[in-house]
């Protein structure tokens, strides 16, 4: 026995939650960069690369945020992943307060980094549409 509580972590939709949303992401980014190597992106491939963000951003950070959350009492507990002094390189690493520190660090960053995707969204797909008005032209 690891001498962890089991209930900590169960019954929790946050894992399946940010595993999926991340996953759909990734799929369809590695689609649409295989497909751009040879020039061969179709516009709904590009439509979804450039506008599933804008749900699964969310819902993957929300997994992912509520993901950490839910086991820190269990890292703060068992100490887990911590180096406490002394120790024979003379250093500590608290990681429940790492991890705080990573869920903190989302509150300026998220919102830039979502914008930045809208910024991409409207080059992307303006781009797209007007490289398929030309190709039927």
Not at 92 to 101: A, K, R, T
Request: net charge positive; hydrophobic share 45%; with cysteine.
């Amino acid at each position: 026995s690891s001498g962890i509580n089991a209930e900590y972590g169960h019954g929790y939709s946050n894992v399946p939650m940010m595993i999926i949303a991340w996953c759909i992401a990734e799929i369809v980014r590695y689609w649409y960069y295989a497909l751009s190597l040879v020039d061969k992106v179709p516009y709904l491939l590009t439509w979804c690369r450039y506008s599933f963000f804008t749900f699964l951003y969310p819902i993957g950070v929300s997994g992912e945020l509520l993901t950490i959350y839910s086991i820190l009492p269990i890292i703060t507990a068992t100490g887990l992943f911590s180096l406490s002094l002394p120790n024979k390189w003379n250093v500590s690493f608290n990681y429940p307060i790492f991890l705080m520190l990573y869920m903190a660090g989302y509150v300026p960053y998220l919102p830039k980094l979502y914008m930045h995707m809208l910024k991409q969204r409207s080059k992307m797909l303006g781009k797209a549409a007007a490289d398929g008005e030309k190709k039927a032209n």
